[in-house]
């Protein structure tokens, strides 16, 4: 089947936006998701989007959804060296199946 | 949310042996799953652990190589059987929070097979 497809590298510096990016596979899937992965760590839920929203702001978190495109992006504002890590972005494909991206790994330089 | 533990947090095989990994949630939960992350790599949905019947398995997954029990509605356990070094993953079991359609995952547990 399709991946849900992301880029694999992002590098800003300190204070600056990231935005990550996803495109996803599934036209009714019901939620997406960003999950964070820390160095040797499991997966951290960040926040989640339901379908029929197209953005959703949790503090330094904004989700946008394009359904047309099947878009998701995570724009974090105000990066901090601490928010480096691994960035999934996964649908919920149906009976709670999630189906994760490829993952995209942050680097905050001071 | 829920807090998953999971144990062993890592371990090293040889390669022929089996290892059992075990998942505790802290609340009841309705469903529980198993994902495995190999190394560089993206999550892959093993199987759903059903509670009170067989695991639901997912597609190049099969119940010989890993046998999964759910003996109640807070607790899993998945068994890499036979193992080789191509078994080398991260395993990480999660849950589904009770009030939104959401996973919570477990720290992992990460496997070697020499």
């Known amino acids: 089947g399709e991946d849900v497809e992301q880029s694999l590298f992002l590098s800003v510096r300190e204070g600056d936006s990231s935005v990550i990016n996803c495109t996803y596979t599934d036209s009714s899937s019901t939620y997406l998701y960003w999950y964070k992965q820390e160095p040797g760590a499991g997966l951290q839920l960040l926040t989640y989007?339901?379908?029929?929203?197209d953005m959703k702001q949790d503090q330094r978190l904004t989700v946008l959804l394009n359904k047309k495109d099947k878009h998701l992006s995570l724009r974090i504002a105000d990066t901090q060296t601490g928010d480096s890590a691994i960035y999934f972005c996964a649908e919920n494909t149906g009976f709670q199946k999630l189906v994760f991206g490829t993952g995209t790994r942050l680097l905050v330089s001071p | 949310s829920a807090v998953i533990s999971q144990k062993p947090s890592r371990d090293i095989c040889q390669r022929g042996t089996s290892l059992t990994i075990q998942c505790q949630v802290d609340s009841q939960v309705t469903m529980m799953f198993w994902y495995r992350q190999q190394p560089g790599q993206s999550l892959t949905l093993i199987a759903t652990?059903?509670?009170?019947?067989?695991?639901?398995?997912e597609s190049g997954f099969v119940i010989d190589k890993f046998p999964i029990s759910r003996p109640n509605l807070t607790f899993s356990t998945l068994t890499v059987s036979n193992m080789s070094p191509e078994d080398s993953s991260i395993y990480l079991c999660?849950?589904?929070?009770?009030?939104?359609?959401?996973?919570?995952f477990g720290p992992g547990t990460r496997l070697t097979v020499l």
């Open positions: 652990a059903n509670q009170g019947s067989e695991a639901t398995y």
């Open positions: 999660s849950a589904l929070g009770t009030l939104t359609d959401t996973q919570y």
């Open positions: 989007i339901f379908s029929n929203m």
